[in-house]
């Protein structure tokens, strides 16, 4: 017998403001076409004036807590993967933490930006593992909106804000593949690559937040390789195939990164979940909004094996197998 860390409820938050590309297309030199074309996006969400990071987390929070039927007196660890936190500190995850009422337990943030939601989850399922946790919420949000450089349109067009959360619970299992819960994650970094993606600005050295810059076509390039061997690896870590895999549940970047590492994989388009069309790239909120999106729309049935994957800044990369 083992621990295993399973996930129990799923939640998820978007602002109410939303942008189109042809509103952006007013804005800066781009076109609804260029965009559909290049990424898949058509649509992002803006957090309102006074919307904070912690706040969406807490509404995505809520909503996990309620699907899973749990009090959030009964968490005793909170993660908030996000770059875009309210302030340089306290963590987020505090914050969130008296906004959901609570005294007691561990709350801290991750940031490996675009991949922080699969750190965050990975970390979790470490500490509920070895008995440090019992049951954790595991959330990703960001505000990228108040990053961008609005008048950059080989960036401001890609990013998104919002925030989605998972709770998990101790469980447990036979320690074989056909569990329900987190079976394996494979996590990775690589410093080189930082001047690819990164923010000009910070606490420790301009004093200022700064804005997202990002050399787009050498991300493009690794994300795919990267990517495709992360799932691979992870999914031999757990003992399973490619054709195991019911749905894949991407970081939301480009349509076709999607498109290219579900090809490298031999799986289908049909079985990656999409959202990059109406929520853009929200960073590390990107794959537990995916995955609630496809919870509550019903696609995702007991015992599916899901396939999580994430590649941002640094570069961070990473997956997840996860047991439904
Ligand atoms: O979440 C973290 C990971 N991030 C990513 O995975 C992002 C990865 N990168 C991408 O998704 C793509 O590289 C982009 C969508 C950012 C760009 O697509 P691309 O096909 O790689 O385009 P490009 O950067 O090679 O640019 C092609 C052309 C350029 O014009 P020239 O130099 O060929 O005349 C750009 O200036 O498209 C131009 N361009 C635009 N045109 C209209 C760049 N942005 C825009 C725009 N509207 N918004």
């Known amino acids: 017998m083992t621990r295993r860390a399973r996930i129990v409820g799923t939640g998820s938050y ?38 904070f990071t912690s706040d969406l987390a807490t509404a995505a929070a809520r909503r996990a807590l309620e699907a899973a039927g749990i009090d959030a007196a009964q968490v005793d660890l909170i993660i908030v993967a996000t770059a875009t936190p309210d302030q340089t500190f306290p963590a987020c995850a505090t914050v969130v933490q008296h906004k959901l009422g609570m005294t007691a337990g561990v709350a801290f943030d991750v940031n490996a930006v675009c991949s922080g939601f699969l750190y965050a989850l990975s970390v979790a399922d470490a500490m509920i593992v070895t008995g440090a946790a ?25 990013f998104g804000d919002g925030s989605g959360a998972v709770v998990l619970r101790a469980e447990t299992g036979s320690g074989a593949a056909t569990d329900r819960g987190i079976l394996a994650h494979r996590l990775h970094s690589d410093g080189r690559y930082n001047d690819l993606l990164y923010v000009d600005g910070g606490a420790g050295s301009t004093g200022t937040v700064g804005k997202l810059r990002m050399k787009g076509r050498e991300v493009f390039r690794h994300a795919v390789t990267n990517l495709a061997a992360v799932m691979t690896e992870t999914l031999a870590a757990a003992d399973l195939k490619a054709e195991d895999v019911a749905w894949v549940i991407p970081h939301q970047a480009n349509l076709r990164i999607l498109q290219g590492t579900a090809k490298k994989l031999g799986l289908p388009i049909e079985r990656v979940v999409v959202t990059v069309d109406r929520h853009a790239n929200t960073s590390a909120a990107s794959v537990p909004l995916a995955l609630d999106t496809a919870v509550r729309d019903g696609r995702i049935k007991p015992f599916d094996l899901l396939l999580l994957e994430a590649m941002g800044g640094g570069f961070t990369w990473g997956a997840a197998a996860v047991r439904w």
Not at 18 to 45: F, K, M, P, Y
Not at 138 to 156: H, K, N, P, Q, Y
């Open 14 to 51: 978007l602002p109410q403001t939303i942008l189109t590309n042809a509103e952006l297309a007013a804005r800066v030199d781009t076109s609804d076409e260029w965009i559909v074309e290049r990424t898949g996006i058509r649509q992002r969400h803006i957090a309102a004036e006074g919307e």
């Open 134 to 158: 019992n049951t954790a919420l595991v959330i990703g949000a960001e505000t990228f909106s108040r990053l961008l450089d609005w008048e950059d349109r080989g960036t401001c067009v890609l």
